[in-house]
């Protein structure tokens, strides 16, 4: 889990084609993506905590349009850059509110498809300048495809709707060439594949689908005060060490009410992150662990999101958490 809850937004295993964009640093050499009498209908007021947007019902777009609110100065935002943002997302349809973000310093998104970045974000964000604010209409074509989302309220014909302050653009590094001859890199696995193994007494019970999926029981009883880690399936893989980055499959749910928050099976794509770019809980769960291994933690408030909760997820300061995840692949740091 990502220390701000977004990755149903960020993720997405469709595979379309993308705005073109020179990296050449000006707004000038840019092709953003075009506005549209939807992105124009999009109202925007206050900033920060406060920004809100206001647009008709059943607002939708046959592709994606993105309305430039307020100019920004600086570096224009090309494929594989970082861009920091700070955002509000709404269903395009209902007009509810899915998810927001406001801090000094944003939520970076990589443009790139490829790393899990929503097709109609990349679009929306590409050849955005620091201190830009747009406003964009995504389709379901450049979102979450025919099945919509039914974590985030999202059906299968709704569009939804961005306003993204873009707070910085970092320019992607520059590659380096790979030295010849090298061994090829160790794909992903489709699920954990170790040996099985019993969980202690007290642990809630799992049990998996065909494809790896899992189904998790929460028992009646009171929640661990303090982490609790068991391994389902122990792997025979890489080692996960301290500040690698790791592809996992996983399914998150709050202990007291069984409710799942966010899951990368329901999405069809792993996640991948650092292990030092998670919540503590989910971090400890990690490092040690062998890819091919499938560990299921139990994370009390204190090594998850803390007092404050993450309201976003519908998680209180009180509320103990519930992680299965498989280790897919492991890349060191």
């Given at each position: 889990?990502?220390?701000?809850?977004?990755?149903?937004?960020?993720?997405?295993?469709l595979a379309?084609?993308l705005?073109?964009c020179?990296?050449?640093?000006s707004a000038?050499?840019?092709?953003?993506?075009k506005?549209?009498?939807?992105?124009?209908?999009?109202?925007?007021?206050?900033?920060?905590?406060?920004?809100?947007?206001?647009?008709?019902?059943?607002?939708?777009?046959k592709s994606?349009?993105?309305?430039?609110?307020?100019a920004?100065?600086?570096?224009?935002?090309a494929?594989g850059?970082?861009?920091?943002?700070?955002y509000?997302?709404?269903?395009?349809?209902?007009?509810?509110?899915?998810?927001?973000n406001?801090t000094k310093a944003?939520?970076p998104?990589?443009l790139?498809t490829?790393q899990?970045?929503?097709?109609?974000?990349e679009?929306?964000?590409?050849?955005?300048s620091s201190?830009?604010?747009?406003?964009?209409?995504?389709?379901?074509?450049?979102?979450?495809?025919?099945?919509?989302?039914?974590?985030?309220?999202?059906g299968?014909?709704?569009?939804?709707v961005?306003v993204?302050d873009?707070?910085?653009?970092t320019?992607?590094?520059?590659?380096?060439?790979t030295?010849?001859p090298?061994?090829?890199?160790?794909p992903?696995?489709?699920?954990a594949?170790?040996?099985?193994q019993?969980?202690?007494?007290?642990?809630?019970?799992?049990?998996?689908?065909?494809?790896?999926?899992?189904t998790?029981?929460i028992?009646?009883?009171?929640?661990?005060?303090?982490l609790e880690?068991?391994?389902l399936k122990?792997g025979?893989?890489?080692t996960?060490?301290?500040?690698?980055?790791v592809?996992?499959?996983?399914v998150?749910?709050i202990?007291?009410?069984s409710?799942i928050?966010?899951?990368s099976?329901?999405?069809?794509?792993?996640a991948?992150f650092?292990t030092?770019?998670?919540?503590?809980?989910?971090?400890k769960?990690?490092v040690?662990q062998?890819?091919g291994?499938?560990?299921?933690?139990?994370?009390p408030?204190?090594d998850?999101?803390?007092?404050?909760?993450?309201?976003?997820?519908?998680?209180?300061?009180t509320?103990?958490?519930?992680f299965?995840?498989?280790?897919l692949?492991?890349?060191?740091?």
């Amino acid at each position: 889990m990502f220390k701000k809850l977004i990755p149903v937004l960020a993720v997405s295993a469709l595979a379309l084609s993308l705005v073109a964009c020179t990296s050449s640093g000006s707004a000038s050499a840019c092709a953003p993506t075009k506005p549209g009498t939807a992105s124009a209908k999009i109202k925007v007021t206050g900033t920060g905590a406060k920004t809100a947007a206001k647009f008709p019902a059943k607002l939708t777009a046959k592709s994606t349009q993105r309305t430039e609110i307020k100019a920004g100065k600086g570096r224009a935002a090309a494929k594989g850059d970082t861009v920091d943002v700070d955002y509000v997302v709404y269903n395009g349809t209902t007009g509810k509110k899915i998810d927001s973000n406001s801090t000094k310093a944003g939520v970076p998104f990589s443009l790139d498809t490829a790393q899990g970045l929503l097709p109609g974000l990349e679009k929306a964000l590409l050849c955005s300048s620091s201190g830009s604010r747009v406003a964009a209409v995504i389709p379901p074509a450049d979102a979450f495809g025919s099945t919509g989302n039914s974590q985030l309220g999202v059906g299968a014909n709704d569009s939804i709707v961005f306003v993204l302050d873009v707070l910085k653009v970092t320019k992607a590094p520059k590659a380096t060439p790979t030295p010849t001859p090298s061994a090829p890199a160790t794909p992903a696995l489709p699920k954990a594949n170790g040996t099985p193994q019993k969980a202690p007494a007290g642990f809630p019970t799992v049990k998996l689908a065909a494809n790896g999926t899992p189904t998790v029981t929460i028992p009646k009883t009171k929640a661990p005060t303090k982490l609790e880690i068991a391994d389902l399936k122990k792997g025979a893989g890489a080692t996960v060490a301290a500040g690698d980055s790791v592809t996992v499959h996983y399914v998150g749910l709050i202990w007291d009410t069984s409710k799942i928050f966010d899951s990368s099976w329901s999405r069809g794509t792993p996640a991948t992150f650092t292990t030092d770019g998670v919540i503590p809980g989910f971090g400890k769960a990690l490092v040690g662990q062998k890819v091919g291994s499938q560990v299921i933690v139990v994370i009390p408030p204190a090594d998850g999101y803390g007092a404050a909760g993450q309201s976003d997820a519908g998680i209180k300061g009180t509320d103990t958490l519930v992680f299965v995840l498989d280790i897919l692949a492991d890349q060191k740091k």
